[in-house]
């Protein structure tokens, strides 16, 4: 079944310095960061449509911004099973965690795009002159609409099928097949 999100999973992480993290004083003990780039998010007026997880999915990190987070360390209690992070330049930022590598999934806008950050992929990627077309990318399709999308596609490849099949004969002898 297809879906609006896209999981990504073991995605590198790596120490930052603190200079990276964001823009302004953070008491920081460490952090980490993806070591690409994310490629672009959908944005709503709630943020970015990111989730974010530890690999055997036992902690989900929740998406906050480093303002926010200065102000959790000021709490006097604070749940040790929460984890945060937020996105600096494209790179997901993970404060105060040991983690080197996560999952997640998303609304990217270029889902195999998203794909290339995981460190799973066995399959050789294309290089050398390759041009990824818009046929080779992931088809993203709510899945209450998938039906419809189905039928509709069907639909065209039979009358196209169709269309090829209902050559008329040009010869004049009366031979169908050579046509």
């Known amino acids: 079944m297809m879906e609006l999100f896209t999981f990504v999973d073991c995605v590198e992480l790596e120490p930052a310095p603190v200079t990276k993290c964001c823009d302004f004083y953070l008491p920081l003990t460490s952090f980490t960061r993806t070591k690409q780039p994310l490629s672009e ?29 200065q102000y959790t360390l000021h709490r006097t209690y604070k749940d040790k ?9 494209s790179y997901l930022v993970i404060p105060d965690e040991f983690v080197d590598r996560i999952n997640f999934s998303g609304m990217f806008l270029q889902p195999m795009e998203a794909k290339k950050l995981s460190s799973n992929i066995s399959t ?3 290089t050398d002159g390759y041009c990824a077309g818009p046929l080779d990318d992931t088809f993203i399709c709510p899945g209450y ?5 189905r039928q509709e596609t069907v639909k065209d490849l039979y009358g196209f099928m ?7 004969d040009q010869r004049p002898d009366g031979r169908e097949n050579d046509k």
Not at 44 to 56: E, K, S
């Open 81 to 89: 099973s929460k984890g945060y992070f937020w996105l600096q330049d």
């Open 41 to 69: 998010l959908y944005s709503t007026t709630y943020g970015v449509i990111l989730r974010a997880f530890t690999l055997n999915n036992r902690k989900e990190f929740t998406f906050i911004t480093p303002h926010e987070y």
């Open 145 to 149: 609409l998938y039906n419809i999308v």
């Open 162 to 168: 169709m269309k090829g099949m209902s050559v008329e």
């Open 124 to 126: 050789p990627q294309p």
